[in-house]
């Protein structure tokens, strides 16, 4: 009985075919064994196991059957040697599955063709000698395609080749897009499929959507699609097939026997082409000659009866007899499989073409050039050469962002050179020169740590880059930090002290952040080193700074981080407290401005440095470069930049030196105006104070205003917790009524009473311009207002900053005509003189308060310093 697949929808034909040319072996199988007669009954499987075994149930119950031929595929097969075991036939197949070696399950079972313990490794060599290192594998997920995909994982990898993927698919599935997408994924453009036909015109159709059907790419079968191209009758399908390789047994057709039967074949269908002589074809017609010369010994060994009643006790060893087959000679393992060599052959055209031997010695024999999709005869790599993803010289991206901090790096050290050379100009030494030096030597640092990571790093790349590019950062930030302390202590106190903070303490305060941080680098790299590591993925290749203790090394870069987001948070702090100081001195908010670019930028620049992103990393270098360009451009241009560009507008516009005490122009120029003191009463006398007209009246107690718009910061009680700590300085007007003695402080009018400066009035009736001020403010927000002769209790005070020395002696030597004229029977606790000890600052400060206490009947105190400082 031979059982064959001759209703399957994509096979039926090519086994119709090949049962056509069995039919013509039992006249040759006669002549193998001239005891007998043979007689073959052709059954229908369908490519399912369950019919297959009903049919063969069918038949043996009703024929006497001596052996059995067949099916195609494992899966069948399997079930129909089963079901022949209790009758003892013997079956011939070829089917590869490494189950049919078992001969506890399948005792009388024996083929004609290689087991996939043999094809697995042939494969596996044949990718080898092609140069493959890396393949994908797409196999059907039954006896054969699993265990022709474990034979081959196992020889591929003693041979070093890599399994990307190992894709399998269900028996009669229709879409694959999914293990498609694997595929192509990977990286690998070798694809070998374990499965069958029918399959395989869906997959490549499919994959030729996907694009991966092309010169680059191998598509790779075994023995099953030897009949392939028998299947296809489309013409977009055979184009699809054009350049497919695949695997099977080597057929020697120079025998006698094949000469036999394609004479035989001939003179039985005259019409036929005998191409249909090649592949399964030849191997099932082995499969009856192999069963001729088993039956002719068993008649030899145990007589004729014995053979008709299969009474005898041969075992399958006793049965089988070498042969020379119409594929070449034919001799078997010990478990009944076919010791084979192999030919790879390619379709090419309406024809399978012989383009490769391979011996069971592993050597490779080239035939003819093979023929890819396309017409190429290039063989294709496995994969395309792996991206080099780490900055390289070479690089043009990279070579352009080092070319722009080449040039940031150079124009910041021209930068220090001009500061040098112009230190003793006033917007300088306002700014501490020092300072600004520091500053820039930070961000000269921040951008040479980039540049270490140019090209394949050395042993201490990965420490150096982090360490120039903290300490960079710190020098920035805490120069910064130090700058808006020195203005917080000035401003932020409600009396002025007698002493300050210097250059120097400010400086050991930095030193002393640069200390806590190299005593974490110093244990970073003694206990807990980092090297460079390359990394070699499937598609790229590129370098990672690798820890040798995890635990430690992620520690220390916890902690530096929270060291240095404190001393980020403290900065913006200190700047948002002092951002409306005197203008002379306020560049705190452009301080605050960097800190947040600082921080929206760590955003991004922070997850790129530590995150391995493989397919992304060249990106990812060019984005974090870029931020760090951005932030360290923005940090310079605000910090110090701005300062030496409004100087350099300045000096060239005046042709000549920038004249003492003159302001920044242009758009970083921070305006500080002053406004003129009008004289409004006859006799008064015109000074200029500090750049701008005072009237120095002889002060009396009556008949003088006061007014002028100032930063003024609110302090002491009054205030609930939150507004203690969010109170910032806001320009306001402060006016004094010498002759009523009134002190009132609100907000500024659309058109304020001036600028900045102080303003004396004649106190007319019926007429004040800081009443008619107060009168344009009515329905805003109120300000405040205090009497200098009779003491509130409350505890608040003021800070107002003024413009120079001279105008709080303006103000100090009228508030000090109505102080001396005011009897005071005692001083009340917590008060002082103007003569009071307060705190130098570098802008002139002046504050107006009310004791914490009321003091005794008949008598008022008016607390605060007016003094003049002892420093501009």
Known sequence: MVMLPLSDPSLGSVFRNISDVMSVAPAVMSTIDPN???QLVFQDSASVRSTAVNAYTNVTNTQTIHALVGEYSSRVTLGLALAANPRKLWHCGVASAVDFDSKVDFPNFFRVAANDNQQGPVVAQFVYSMGWRAVNVFAVADPYGQSLSTTFAIAAVNLGINLYTQQQYQPGMTQFGVYLDAIQASGSKIVLFMGFPGDFKLIIQQAKLHGMLGPDWVWFGTSTMAMYLDTLSADSDKSNAQGMLFSFIREDRTGPQFQTLQSLYQTQFPTRSTSILAGFSLLYYDCLLALAYGFNKMTALYGDAAVQSHSYSATLADFLVPFNATTGSVAYTAAGSRIADWQIQSIQGTSNRLVYQLWRNGTLDKVADPVFYGGSTTVPVDRPPLAIVYPRWSDSGVLALVIIRVVMMTTMLAGMAYLVVHRQEKQIRQRSMPFLLVISFGCILILGAELILIGPPASPSCHASSILLTFGFELVIGSAVAKTYRLFKIFDNARIAKGGLQTSTLFHQIAAVLGVQGILFIIWVAAFPVWPELVTTRASIYYRCTPTNATGHWAIIGLSFAFNGLLLLAVCFLAY?????????????????TAQNVFVCSVVIIPLSFIDMESFTTTAYAIRAVA???????????????????LWVDK?????????GSSPVGMFHNKQSTAAL????????????GGSTTVMSTPTATGFELAGQFPVLRRGSGLGLVNRFLQTWTATVVYANLARGIISLTPPAVKPVSKAGTKIMSTVAGSSPALDHQAETAGKALGAAMPLLVHLGTGASWVVQMNNADEVALWAQHLKVVASSITTGATSSGATSSQGAGTTSQATAAAAATGPSRPTAGSTVLAGSLRPPAKA
């Open 36 to 38: 007998h007669n043979y």
């Open 678 to 689: 009008q004289p409004l009463t006859s006799g008064a006398t015109t000074t200029t104070v």
């Open 577 to 593: 407290k002092t951002r409306n100081v005197d203008s002379s001195y306020r560049e705190t908010h452009w301080i605050l401005y």
């Open 628 to 646: 760090v360009i951005f932030a360290v451009a923005f940090a310079y241009m605000a910090l110090v930049g701005r300062l030496i560009v409004g």
């Open 652 to 660: 060239r516009a005046a042709g000549v030196g920038k004249p003492e």
